[in-house]
């Protein structure tokens, strides 16, 4: 795979395709198979990581029309917070170091907690909410890929009723 980086400017909305632009998502599955390939070519990203101790560092890596591809480094107490992707799919894995995800399950399952440990990849479909942190004490560094490109992205609180929507954001915050 060879990556089409994106320029090192935040996306704005005439960086990303319009829906009449856009094909037909990816698959969950298929967006897992990009991670995982490219997880396993550090050569392709590494020296694009940067370490911050003010927020998770982010950089769109590839922004086709089908998909994109971030990568993320967290430090230790890093936290995305509960979110959706705006009804995209999504895939990511943990390249090095280890995390964890947080998401509800049935009525019957209420809180799930997975340990996200290196060479894992998760994949989800459009409606999936989540918050992936960092409770190692090492840095992580992941790679997400999302189809279609995400256009926006809602947070929430996680209340004794369940999540609530907080707030929302577009590419222009990224």
């Known amino acids: 795979m060879s990556l089409d980086l994106a320029p090192d400017r935040p996306a704005t909305a005439d960086t990303v395709p319009s829906p009449e632009e856009t ?20 050569d392709q990203w590494i020296h694009h990581v940067r370490l911050s101790t003010e927020e998770r560092w982010y950089r769109r890596l590839v922004a086709g029309d089908d998909h ?18 705006g009804g995209s799919r ?10 964890e995800e947080l998401s509800l399950g049935g ?7 997975r340990r996200v ?4 990849a998760r994949a989800f479909g459009p409606e999936y909410v989540h918050d992936v942190r960092n409770t190692a004490s ?6 997400h890929a999302y189809s279609p490109p995400l256009g926006s992205m809602a947070h929430y609180d996680l209340r004794a009723g369940g999540l609530v929507r907080t707030s929302g954001e577009g590419p222009e915050q990224w």
Request: glycine content about 10%.
């Open 23 to 42: 094909r037909a998502p990816l698959t969950p599955n298929a967006l897992r198979t990009i991670v995982r390939e490219l997880a396993e070519q550090p």
């Open 68 to 85: 994109e591809v971030w990568l993320i480094s967290w430090l230790p107490g890093q936290s995305t917070g509960f979110h959706d992707h």
């Open 90 to 99: 999504g895939a990511f894995t943990v390249a090095l170091g280890e995390l």
């Open 107 to 113: 009525p019957d399952q209420g809180l799930l907690i």
């Open 117 to 120: 440990p290196a060479g894992t």
């Open 138 to 143: 090492g840095p992580a560094v992941t790679l």
